[in-house]
């Protein structure tokens, strides 16, 4: 069975689409197979992968508005066990079309389990930088939502409005649904970050992640290559830490999966 994971923050610039990229090309690493979901108008997740938006047939978007197969959309990357449903900029219009049919925050959820038993350990969806019907789809199909921030005021301010919709969704669709706070862009020179990676650390404990992502040049180039950090520079800080991601995100479902059995 398939673990989802959601990675939204409506606060943009904060490192969301370079951490389901690396995230998942880490969890790929470590002998998972994994399926990456672009469902960001902007589609950089794609674009990060190497691919034209326009030329992939089948979209998030066909999925999500017209009820394709999931796996119609389905590409293969270069990353051996990772997998790319992509995003074209049509799927913006999911915004308006959605919100008036029945049920309409199911669709997502319904096209994952129309999917049959997937070969996938994770499926992990890269939401747009806004709470939207698109975001709600993703966050009520997903078993966790690991929301990246920066230490910095305004991006941990918008957290409150994260923890707003992670109510409403438990309410409405996804009682189960659990959340993780990934700390990213983090420069340990800076008092400020320090101070309020601190703070964050004491209003969320457990709730956060111990892996921190810090700021590496070398994540910033690695989508201009159509790569992965950690096919990029593998020995990079950034690879590094990703790596040290995945690992605690794996013990994380492990133990969930005890605590279920």
């Known amino acids: 069975m398939s673990y989802i994971v959601a990675i939204s923050n409506e606060k943009g610039g904060v490192a969301k689409t370079t951490t389901t990229l690396s995230l998942g090309a880490a969890l790929a690493d470590a002998g998972?197979?994994?399926?990456?979901?672009?469902?960001?108008?902007?589609?950089?997740?794609?674009?990060?992968?190497?691919?034209?938006?326009?030329?992939?047939?089948?979209?998030?978007?066909?999925?999500?508005?017209?009820?394709?197969?999931?796996?119609?959309?389905?590409?293969?990357?270069?990353?051996?066990?990772?997998?790319?449903?992509?995003?074209?900029?049509?799927?913006?219009?999911?915004?308006?079309f959605l919100p008036v049919r029945t049920h309409y925050t199911?669709?997502?959820?319904?096209?994952?389990?129309?999917?049959?038993?997937?070969?996938?350990?994770?499926?992990?969806?890269?939401?747009?930088?806004?709470?939207?019907?698109?975001?709600?789809?993703?966050?009520?199909?997903?078993?966790?939502?690991?929301?990246?921030?920066?230490?910095?005021?305004?991006?941990?301010?918008?957290?409150r409005n994260m923890m707003g919709i992670i109510r409403r969704v438990r309410l409405e669709s996804n009682p189960a649904l659990g959340y993780r706070i990934l700390i990213t862009l983090l420069d340990r020179r800076n008092r400020t970050h320090r101070n309020i990676q601190e703070q964050l650390q004491n209003t969320f404990g457990e709730g956060l992640f111990k892996t921190v992502i810090e700021v590496d040049t070398k994540l910033r180039e690695s989508p201009i290559a159509g790569l992965p950090i950690t096919r990029y520079k593998p020995g990079a800080r950034g690879s590094q830490q990703?790596?040290?991601?995945?690992?605690?995100?794996?013990?994380?479902v492990k133990e969930k999966d005890q605590q279920t059995a």
Do not use: W
């Not at 902007?42 to 992939?56: K, R, V």
């Not at 199909?141 to 918008?158: C, V």
């Not at 990703?242 to 994380?252: G, I, K, N, T």
């Open 32 to 96: 998972n197979k994994v399926l990456l979901m672009d469902l960001d108008p902007q589609a950089n997740l794609t674009l990060a992968l190497g691919i034209e938006p326009g030329s992939a047939a089948v979209t998030s978007s066909h999925i999500l508005i017209e009820s394709a197969p999931l796996m119609s959309a389905r590409l293969a990357s270069d990353v051996p066990n990772l997998d790319l449903i992509p995003s074209h900029s049509s799927i913006e219009s999911a915004e308006q």
């Open 242 to 252: 990703y790596r040290e991601l995945a690992q605690e995100l794996m013990e994380y």
């Open 106 to 159: 199911a669709g997502l959820k319904r096209a994952i389990e129309n999917a049959g038993p997937l070969l996938y350990d994770y499926i992990l969806l890269d939401c747009p930088p806004f709470l939207g019907a698109i975001t709600t789809n993703a966050l009520s199909a997903a078993d966790l939502l690991l929301i990246p921030t920066q230490a910095e005021y305004f991006s941990a301010y918008a957290l």
